[in-house]
Each structure stands twice: as C-alpha cells, then as structure tokens.
C-alpha cells in the first residue's frame, strides 16, 4: 500500500512536469543534438550532406579570424557588463533610500528594460546619423567636436557605439536584480550594527556586500551569459561593421549560417561558444564559492 | 542634530543628482523618438534641430497604419507572443508545482538543466530550428514561431514560479487534502489562486520575450504578410532614404503595449524576475 501511494505521488509529479518537459526535450535538447549533428557535415541542409568528421571544428580553430572575433565578443562583454553593474550597483542603492519621488525616478530608469531591442538600435541608428542626429549636433554645439562624427562609419566608433547603446538597454535588469536583493537583507543587521557603532562604509563592507553575494553572482552571469551571445542591437546598428569591427561572435555564426551558407561551420562555432560560456559559468561559480568559504 | 539633519539633506541632494542625470539619458532618445515622430519630413531634414516642431503633425501615425503593414505585423507580433504566453504559463505553472510539491527522480538534473538550457545562444539554436520547422512545414505560420518563443521563456518562467510555489507553505496543500480535496484540485482550487502574482510575471515575462524578439522572426519568417513588428522596423530602409519620423512612430507603436503592461504590473513583474534570479 505505501508503495503503491508513493508511486502514484512520483507518477503525479511527471503528470505535472510532462508538458514543459516535452517542450524542453522537443525544442532544447533536440535542436541542440540537431546541432551538433550538422556541425559534423559540410552540408546546404538540402541535397548536401558530407560526413566530415571533425573538420568543420579544425577549419574554425585554426582560423584566426575566430579568435579575433571572440576576443572581440569578450572586449564588448566586458565593457557592456561592466556598464551594467556600475550603473545598476550605484542606482539600486539609492532607489532603496527611503526619499520623496523615488517610484518615479525606479519607473523611468526602467524603461530600456521594456523597449524591444530593435527599436533601441533604430533609435539610435537616428541619434547617430552623421548630419542630422541629435548626438553630433549636441556635441558641435557645445564645440567638443568640430566636424560630425561618421560613428557607424569608422570601426572604434562603431564599437563604442554599440558598446552605448547596448549598455544603456541592459542595465535596468542588473539594477533592479540587485535592488531586490537589498531589500532582501535582514534590517535588524543594520540597526545591531548602528548600536555596536559602525559607520556607514563598515556596515556596507561587513554587512551589505557579503548579504549581496549571492545575488550579485547571479546577476553577473545571467548578463554575461546574455551579452556574450548577443546579437540584435549590434547586428541592426552596424552587421558586425565596418569591416569586422563590430562583428560579434553571433553575427559571424548568422553570417556563416545564412550568408556564406556553411551550416556545418556555423554549427561548430556555435557548439564551441556554448562551451566557452560553460567554461565562464563554472570558474566563476569556483571563484564566488571560493570567496563565501574563506 | 541640525548638522546631521543637514548632512542628510546634502546626501539627499547628491542621489536626486545622480537619479536625475541616469533619467536624463534614458529619457533622451526616448523624448526624441516622440518629437521625431511628430515631424514632417521637412524637419527631421532642417538644421538647427529643434525639440519641439515648428508644425506638429500625427501624419506619421496615420501613413504607418494606411501605407505601410504595421497593422498586419502588430497583429502578427500580438498573436505570436500571446499565443506563446498561454502555452508557456500553463507548462511552467504546472512544473513550479510539480517540482515544489513532489519528490521525484531526475528533479535535481530537470532544475539544473533548466538553467543550462539559459546557455545556449540563440544563434546556435536558429539552424536547428530552421531545418525542424522545414521539415515540418512550419516556416512561416505562427505555430512553427510560437514553438520558438516557448523554448526561449520557458525554462526562466519555470524558475519563477518553482520559487513563488516554493513561497506557499506546505501545509495549506496538508490542510486542504484534510478536507478532502484531490491533489489536483489542492492545485487549482487553493495553491493557484495564491501564485497569481507568480503567474502575472511569468505572464508579462513570456510576452515580452515574444514580442522582442528580432533574431528568430527574421530567420524563420521569409512571408511579408507573416513578419512582426520588431523585423518591420529594422527592415524599415527606403531604397533611398530612410523616412525617420514614420520610422519613429513605428517604433513607439512598437513600444506602447509593452510600456502599457508594464506601467501597469510594474509589482509583479519585478518581483517575479528578481525572485527567479535571487533565489536561484
């Protein structure tokens, strides 16, 4: 009898678990094993299909412009997370202050959030046009440039450009991740704290940063992992131009995909930034635990 | 006191400063979004520019409706992403449950799979697809689109709710089953009425990925009359010139629901994503 309650109670589970589950295997694991597969072959994905082998991955690995473009994806990650987290860090503070307007200003500062990405790019194609966007025109204005800026045009620029862009479209979710992780934090620590004599900076090394780890851990790899595989904003803006000075590792796996139309090669790429983004996730999962033991 | 009334009052000054100049630069491209698209096509051409119009015009407005298929790509985005929010609420609200409220095996590899699944690029999963929904016909049709957004919002919406059913104390299921409700009504009648908040972010959570999306519709829709609303706007480049103000009003059209929704459910559906990624 308990036996045969404790299987119905597991068969119950799946019964609940099944139609997501379907969804994942349906649309996760086999579009990723689909993947896989056809990174093996020198395919159109129409009447040719050429077992490979490994070749597609050797081809990929000795090419230097690989490595070029995953540094290149690495510098943007970088710089667009980095942007998050100091605007995110610095805002979420304050919106927790208890001070007058405050959901008005949290409503404002989160609106990047909701804009779909593609309108942020053509937004700010406009702001940058060379003769008659705003951004050029503020800056002659004011005499910090003399002549416009082609900001698409030139490839430190463009990067730059979509380094902005993409920086101003992502740091609400870091700001308002951490926020909640804030007002998460036991305030009886702060009032003990007060009577033990603490200044504001001791309570925040002692007391905020550490109840914050975990959610800052969180944060930080929802958004690398998000913008290392980022592709709309950039690929609207410029198409990975000019050149290749914007060309992330997104971009070069579409291009391959559907310009060149190298499935197979594009597949590989795509299987080995899959594990590089595995590899990012665990050593920082190490380096944060690391941190909370000692 | 009053020095520290006054400290306090400085500091005060110092983070209205800071909010202030963060709103500016989110408030600029969105304000100049508004007072492009109130131009004519003259004025977004004329130098000095101006922030207000010298002859403010709705014309924009009214040739992205008539001229141009905003209305045919507003009504494919809005059908793609709520058709997708339907399935991805009722798969993920019954997995929060059945993973909070059951002990079974594989849970530890389904949950940690869920978060891996967050991994993979989407680009890397757009050839796949792409030979899937050929296979089976589904290029171009809103089925083979919404099968996409699902995977995309799934597994984070699972996430969500398992952490708001997690938030439900047990004993509610226990006193429930006491008065002599089955498992399956505990779950409808008692425990998900108390997630609705849980289920209004996922909600929220699943459209937003829906209509957003770029990467999948340019792909996967070759259909002029099947594409949505975001890929209308990148494609939005005359032969010659780009038409700025009706490409500005297309762009608010694109982000009124979104700002709508969110004005409104604001609450829920920070709590839900931050409880998915806090919690985690």
Known sequence: MAIMMKQKRRLGAYVYIFPALLFMVGLRIYPLLRGLYISFYKTDLISRWDFIGFQNYIKVLVNKQFYTSILLTLKFTVFVVAGHFIIGFLLSHILNKDIKGITFFRAILILPWVIPESVIAMTFKWLLNPLYGLINQTLMSLSLISEPISWLGDGDFAFVAVVLACIWKGFPMIMVILLAGLQNINQDLYEAADIDGATGMKKFIYITLPSLKGVIYTALVLDIIWWFKHYTIVWVLTQGGPGSATSLISIDIYKRSFEYFEFGAGSSVAIVVFTIIFVIKYVMERGFKINVDS | ?280
């Open chain 2, 1 to 280: 006191m009053l020095t520290a009334k006054r400290s306090r009052s400085i500091k005060n000054l110092g983070h209205y400063t800071i909010l202030i100049i963060f709103s500016f630069f989110v408030l600029v491209p969105i304000l100049w979004m508004v007072s492009t698209a109130i131009k004519t096509e003259a004025e977004t051409f004329s130098l000095p520019l101006r922030w207000i119009p010298e002859q403010p015009t709705f014309g924009a407005f009214k040739r992205i409706l008539i001229e141009y298929p905003f209305g045919t790509q507003f009504k494919n985005s809005f059908i793609n992403a709520s058709l997708s929010t339907v399935i991805t609420l009722i798969c993920s609200t019954l997995a929060g449950y059945g993973i909070t409220r059951f002990k079974f095996k594989g849970k530890k590899t389904f949950m940690s799979f869920l978060l891996v699944s967050q991994m993979f690029p989407a680009v890397m999963l757009l050839v796949p697809f792409y030979t899937i929904l050929r296979r089976f016909d589904m290029i171009n049709t809103h089925v083979g689109i919404v099968f996409v957004y699902i995977s995309m919002a799934l597994s984070f919406s699972t996430w969500m709710m398992t952490s708001f059913f997690n938030d439900i104390p047990r004993s509610l299921d226990e006193a429930a089953t006491i008065d002599g409700c089955s498992k399956f009504q505990v779950f409808l009648k008692v425990i998900m009425p108390l997630t609705m908040p849980g289920m209004t972010s996922v909600a929220i959570y699943a459209f937003i990925m829906g209509w957003n999306d770029f990467l999948f519709a340019s792909t996967l829709i070759t259909h002029n009359h099947m594409k949505t609303l975001t890929v209308g706007i990148a494609e939005f480049s005359g032969q010659y010139n780009v038409l700025w103000n009706d490409l500005m009003a297309a762009s608010i059209v694109a982000s009124i629901p979104l700002i709508i929704m969110f004005t409104f459910f604001q609450k829920y559906f920070i709590s839900g994503m931050t409880a998915g990624a806090v919690k985690q």
